[in-house]
């Protein structure tokens, strides 16, 4: 377990649970076939098994996953070693309690690896709430998918 409060409680997505967040990714807007899903969070969870990195769930003390993020330490040429923190959803981002655990929890793992700074990518439409938490934009990221085939 990593962070938590009255409520809520951030820990590594462990194998039993993989399941239960496919719904959570749905919800996002996440285009993954069930299956799909399963092996990469497999996947995802070997690597993770390691330091900081690997996949986090919030969930509520009764067990219900209201939000998942991916997490790397890695090194940045502007901000040294950061905690990238990558396709965080959170079934309500303006609920004040969840989003604080997540930071809460991102900045123990940041502190955990040594890191200096924290990069979340998330998509433009989401950030207000992050913004409102202390975030600032420092750059843009783009993306151009690669098509196999």
């Known amino acids: 377990m990593l962070a ?22 749905q919800a996002s807007g996440i285009l993954l076939a069930f299956e799909e899903w399963i092996n990469l969070a497999h996947a995802l969870s070997d690597e993770g098994e390691r330091g900081v990195d690997g996949v986090r769930i919030v969930v509520t003390r009764e067990g219900y996953v209201h939000g998942l993020f991916s997490c790397r330490a890695m090194s940045d040429i502007v901000c040294g070693r950061v905690l990238m923190v990558d396709c965080l959803i959170l079934l309500d981002l303006v609920e004040a309690r969840l989003l604080r655990t997540v930071m809460d929890a991102t900045e123990a793992l940041a502190i955990e690896a ?18 409102r938490a202390g975030y600032r934009p420092e750059a843009l990221r783009l993306c151009k998918r690669l098509v196999a085939g």
């Not at 993989?18 to 990714?25: E, F, G, K, Q």
């Not at 979340?120 to 709430?129: D, F």
């Open 4 to 25: 938590m409060n009255d409520h809520y409680l951030v820990t590594r997505l462990e194998r039993d649970m993989i399941a239960r967040t496919y719904p959570l990714l």
């Open 114 to 131: 040594g890191c200096a700074a924290i990069h979340v990518a998330l998509p433009e439409w989401r950030s207000q709430a992050l913004l």
